[in-house]
């Protein structure tokens, strides 16, 4: 089976009120799925209750074939990380080593295996270059870098990221994702990116739509925009899937493009 998440049946509320009502989701390994909604779908909800931040839910989560109870609580948490919007609340201790080790040492890693953990994660993050810096000396860049270290040094199947790089610069957010996409691909890892800005779903494999605490469609990035799953009231397009629909109608090409690479040797071939 190739599913990292399996959500069946996952109902959540209060009273008569249904943030997540009989939800169904899969998302499989190494793939990478960007979930939208507007404001009160019930993304946060979700994202919760994947974390086992809730636990007075009806139906069932199953992460990496282990179900989501109190007792395989530690181990999934072990396998799974995830960044929150402020950044700042992803900093738990004073200085930069003992940061991106606090996790490792919950779960009794050695000293050797520590140190190699760092140098593996290094190869990705550049986490050295400023290791012995003072925290409340990281430039805004070097703060990312150091919350998303801590969230892949663990080796996590499952990284979720809630918002927390929506208010960065394209050049800063494409920094980071690279450096997400660059460990991916060695290291089998499946992202679920939550995001008001669609132009990042074109980093992904998939769309996942939250509507009124349902899974309205997870399809494929190509599916979502050829087929005109989202309505303008969803979101705004992404500019290169604007400006190919442009070029179709005036039969420039023939074809949806979602990279400028890709759209560039299209009308220049």
Same mark, same amino acid.
């Given at each position: 089976?190739d ?34 909604? &507007? ?14 931040? $809730? @636990? ?5 989560i ?25 950044? =700042? @609340?992803?900093?738990?201790e004073?200085?930069?080593? %003992? ?14 295996? $520590?140190?190699?953990?760092?140098? @593996?994660?290094?190869? !990705?993050?550049?986490?050295? @270059? ?19 270290t801590?969230? *892949? $040094? +663990?080796?996590? &199947?499952?990284?979720? +990221?809630? /918002? ?13 994702? %690279?450096?997400? #996409?660059s ?5 089998? *890892?499946?992202?679920? #990116?939550?995001?008001?800005?669609? /132009? =990042?779903?074109?980093?992904?494999n ?12 997870? /399809? ?16 705004? *397009?992404?500019? $290169? ?8 109608? !005036?039969?420039?090409? %023939?074809?949806?493009? !979602? ?11």
């Open positions: 089976m599913e990292i998440l399996k959500i069946t049946d996952l109902s959540f509320g209060y009273g008569d009120l249904k943030l997540i009502d009989k939800l169904n989701l899969l998302l499989n390994y190494n793939d990478w799925y960007t979930l939208i909604g &507007k404001n009160g779908s019930g993304k946060t909800t979700l994202i919760k209750l994947i974390c086992g931040l $809730i @636990d007075d839910y009806e139906g069932q199953e992460f990496n074939f282990l179900k989501l109870t109190e007792e395989n609580l530690f181990e999934i948490r072990t396998r799974m990380s995830i960044l929150f919007s402020n950044v =700042d @609340d992803l900093i738990v004073d200085n930069i080593y %003992d940061e991106i080790t606090f996790e490792l040492k919950n779960m009794d890693y050695s000293d050797d295996l $520590i140190e190699q953990s760092i140098d @593996d994660i290094n190869a !990705y993050t550049r986490i050295k @270059d400023f290791i012995n810096k003072d925290i409340m000396d990281l430039t805004l860049e070097e703060k990312y870098i150091l919350v998303l801590s969230a *892949l $040094i +663990i080796k996590p &199947k499952l990284l979720v +990221i809630d /918002e927390t790089f929506s208010k960065l610069d394209k050049n800063l957010r494409k920094k980071l994702y %690279d450096i997400i #996409n460990y991916r691909e060695d290291n089998k *890892l499946t992202v679920l #990116n939550i995001t008001h800005n669609l /132009e =990042d779903s074109l980093l992904g998939n769309i996942i739509l939250l509507e009124n605490g349902q899974i309205k469609f997870n /399809e494929s990035v190509r599916k979502v925009f050829n087929d005109k799953l989202l309505t303008e009231d969803d979101v705004d *397009l992404p500019f $290169i899937v604007e400006l190919s629909e442009y070029l179709k109608l !005036y039969e420039v090409t %023939d074809d949806n493009y !979602y990279s400028m690479e890709e759209l560039v040797d299209a009308v220049w071939k």
